[in-house]
């Protein structure tokens, strides 16, 4: 039992042995900027909606979207759940791993 009472705090623990999330976005204020834009930029699925058999380029075009948007969600994903495991009980950080979640469910409805 006394093990569990030495568990440090992240605050604790030197930087060089916590996960670089700086490398993902600067700061949450960056990884909340990241969400708005995606939000946004998921709309962009309707412009392939119905035109994929066109032409291949425009198969190609939808297919480079769906690259950027599936990229860019890995980064806010990432970012959020590492953020959340740093301390599990810390609400800010459940609240944007749940909205990196949403985000992820509102990219696959829209690209169906």
């Not at 834009?37 to 380029?57: I, N, V």
Request: overall charge negative; hydrophobic content about 40%; charged content about 30%.
């Amino acid at each position: 039992m006394e093990e569990h009472q030495n568990v440090k705090k992240r605050k604790e623990i030197p930087v060089s042995c916590t996960w670089a999330t700086e490398d993902l976005f600067v700061s949450d204020a960056a990884w909340e900027a990241a969400c708005r834009d995606m939000e946004k930029a998921l709309a962009g699925y309707e412009t392939y909606k119905g035109h994929l058999g066109e032409s291949a380029k425009t198969l190609y075009d939808c297919l480079r979207f769906d690259a950027y948007v599936g990229e860019n969600l890995d980064r806010i994903v990432s970012y959020a759940r590492l953020c959340q495991d740093v301390d599990l009980t810390d609400e800010h950080y459940q609240e944007m791993a749940v909205r990196a979640q949403q985000l992820e469910t509102a990219a696959a409805a829209a690209s169906s």
